[in-house]
C-alpha cells in the first residue's frame, strides 16, 4: 500500500522541517482524528483506574484491571502483526477503532446507570486489550505507507508527540469531570471521540490492498518475524530494554491513583494533574525527536534517557509533596518518551517492510504487553512493600538495564549499520531471504 504520487502529498507546503511528515494528506487526516481520540482514550483510562480504586480501594485490583486491558496485547500481537503484513492495513485499523468505540459506549450506558461491577471492567478491558493487539501491529506498520521512508522518523516523533498532547489534555479534563459528573461521561466523551478517527480514516486515498501469495502456513510467518527478532542483535537488545523498561518502569502510572489519594492528598482532581505533568513531559521528549532527521545517535539516546527514567522514578517515589511530585513527573514522562520513540525509530529504520508488521508486533508485545505483567507485579508488590517502594524498585532495575545496554552500543551499533546499508541495497524489501541475510550480518553476536 503506497501513496499517490499527486495530491496526496504537499509537495509545495512550507511547513518546518519539525513537522515534515505533515507534508502528506493521509497522515493529516490520521493525525487530526487521532488528537481527538487519543485524548479521549487517556480520558478514560484515568476514568477507569478512578472508578476501579473507589469501588475496591484495591492497590491488586488496580493491577488486575490493567492487566486484563494490555495481556492481550502480549497474547495476540504476533497474530495481529501477521495480518497487518498480509491484509489491508487501512481496513485493519479501521475495524478495530470501530470495535473500541463500541466498546467505550457500552462501558459508559453501564457506569451512567449504575449498573457497573468490577468484572464489567474486566471483560471490557479484556476486550478492548484483543482491538489493541490488532491496531497497533497495524497503525505502527501503516506510518510508513503514509509517508514514505524519508519522513518515517519524523512521523514516529509526531505520532509520540501526538499521544502525549493527548496525554497532556485527556487527564486533565478527566480529573476535572470525574470530580463534578462521574467517570461515566468520560467513557461516554470517549466513545464520542472515534467518529472523528473513523471519518477521518475513511477520507484516506489509498491504494486497494493487492494480495501477495506467501509461501507457508500462517504460523511460519509468525514464526519468521520472531526469527528475525531473534537474529537482529540490535533489535533483539532494543526490545529486551523496552520490555524491561514495560515491566518494570511504567507500572509506576497504575500506582498513580494511590500516591496521588494516599501519600500526596491530591484526590481525583490532583490524579489527572499528574498524570499530565507526565505527558507533558514526555511531550518535550517527542518534540526534540521530532526535530531529528537521522538515526546517528540515537542508540546513546536511549541508553541515557532510560538510565534517567528510572532515577526519576526513584526521586519521585522518596516525594512526599504533591508539586515536587508532579515536577519530577516531567522528567519521567521525557526520558520514558525518549527510551520509547528512539527505540521505535531505530528498530523501523533496521526492519525490511515485508516483515514490518511482525516485527512491530513483538515491539507491541514489548511497549504493551510486558505493561500488564508489571502491573500485576506491581500491584502485588505495593500491596505488602508499599508503592513508593515499588516505584523505586522499578527506577533502580531501569538503571541497571541501562547499564548493561550502555556496555554493549559500541557492537549492537556496528550490527545496525550493517543492517540500515542492506535494506538500502536492496530498496528497503528483501523478500523471504531476510532472516537469512540477518543471521549472515550478525553471526560475531
Known amino acids: ?172 479534563i478527566a480529573g476535572i469531570l ?20 473513523i471519518i477521518g480514516l475513511m477520507m484516506m486515498r489509498v491504494t486497494p490492498h493487492r494480495k501477495v501469495p506467501l509461501p507457508g502456513s500462517p504460523l511460519a510467518h ?19 530494554l523496552l520490555g524491561a523498561v514495560s515491566l518494570f518502569g511504567t507500572p509506576y502510572a497504575v500506582l498513580m491513583p494511590i500516591f496521588a489519594d494516599q501519600i500526596l492528598h491530591g484526590g481525583a482532581s490532583g490524579l489527572g494533574l499528574l498524570m499530565g505533568a507526565s505527558g507533558f513531559g514526555a511531550l518535550l521528549g517527542a518534540v526534540s525527536l521530532a526535530a531529528r532527521n537521522r538515526v546517528r545517535g540515537l542508540g546513546r539516546w536511549v541508553a541515557v534517557s532510560t538510565a534517567g ?16 511530585s508532579a515536577a519530577l513527573l516531567l522528567p519521567v514522562g521525557f526520558t520514558m518518551m525518549i527510551e520509547m520513540a528512539a527505540s521505535n525509530t531505530l528498530i523501523q529504520a533496521m526492519v525490511p517492510d515485508n516483515l514490518r508488521g511482525r516485527v512491530m508486533a513483538v515491539y507491541s508485545m514489548m511497549f504493551m504487553g510486558m505493561a500488564p505483567i508489571g502491573a500485576l507485579v506491581a500491584g502485588s508488590l505495593a500491596h505488602r512493600l508499599g508503592a513508593p517502594n515499588t516505584v523505586l524498585l522499578g527506577g533502580a532495575v531501569c538503571i541497571v538495564g541501562a547499564a548493561v545496554f550502555a556496555l554493549r552500543l559500541p557492537k549492537l551499533r556496528e550490527e545496525g549499520r550493517m543492517l540500515i546499508v542492506a535494506l538500502q541495497m536492496t530498496g528497503g524489501s528483501p523478500a523471504v531471504e531476510a532472516t537469512g541475510e540477518v543471521s549472515a550480518l550478525t553471526t560475531q553476536d
Open 1 to 172: 500500500m503506497k501513496n499517490y504520487p499527486v495530491g496526496n502529498r504537499l509537495a509545495e507546503s512550507k511547513l518546518p522541517e519539525s513537522l515534515r511528515a505533515l507534508r502528506h494528506r493521509n497522515y493529516q487526516l490520521f493525525f487530526g482524528g487521532q488528537f481527538i481520540s487519543l485524548s479521549g482514550t487517556w480520558m478514560q483510562s484515568v476514568a477507569q483506574s478512578w472508578l476501579v480504586y473507589r469501588l475496591t480501594g484495591s492497590a491488586i485490583l488496580l493491577g488486575l484491571v490493567a492487566f486484563a486491558s494490555q495481556i492481550p496485547v502480549f497474547l495476540f500481537a504476533p497474530i495481529g502483526g501477521a495480518a497487518a503484513d498480509r491484509s489491508s492495513r487501512h481496513r485493519i485499523i479501521i475495524v478495530t477503532q470501530i470495535a473500541a468505540m463500541v466498546l467505550a459506549f457500552i462501558l459508559a450506558a453501564l457506569t451512567l446507570t449504575h449498573r457497573i461491577h468490577v468484572w464489567h471492567l474486566f471483560v471490557l478491558a479484556a476486550l478492548l486489550g484483543v482491538t489493541y493487539a490488532f491496531y497497533v501491529p497495524a497503525a505502527s506498520a501503516f506510518v510508513v505507507d503514509m509517508v514514505g521512508r524519508e519522513d518515517l522518523m519524523n512521523a514516529i516523533a509526531l505520532n509520540s508527540s501526538l499521544v502525549n498532547g493527548a496525554r497532556i489534555v485527556g487527564p486533565a
Open 309 to 324: 527514567f528510572g532515577a526519576s522514578l526513584i526521586l519521585f517515589s522518596l516525594s512526599h509533596s504533591y508539586w515536587f
Open 222 to 240: 509468525v514464526v519468521e518475524g520472531f526469527r528475525f527478532v531473534w537474529h537482529a542483535g540490535p533489535v533483539r537488545a532494543l526490545l529486551l
Open 178 to 197: 470525574v470530580a463534578t459528573i462521574g467517570e461515566g461521561w468520560c467513557f461516554f466523551l470517549n466513545g464520542a471521540s472515534y467518529i472523528a478517527v
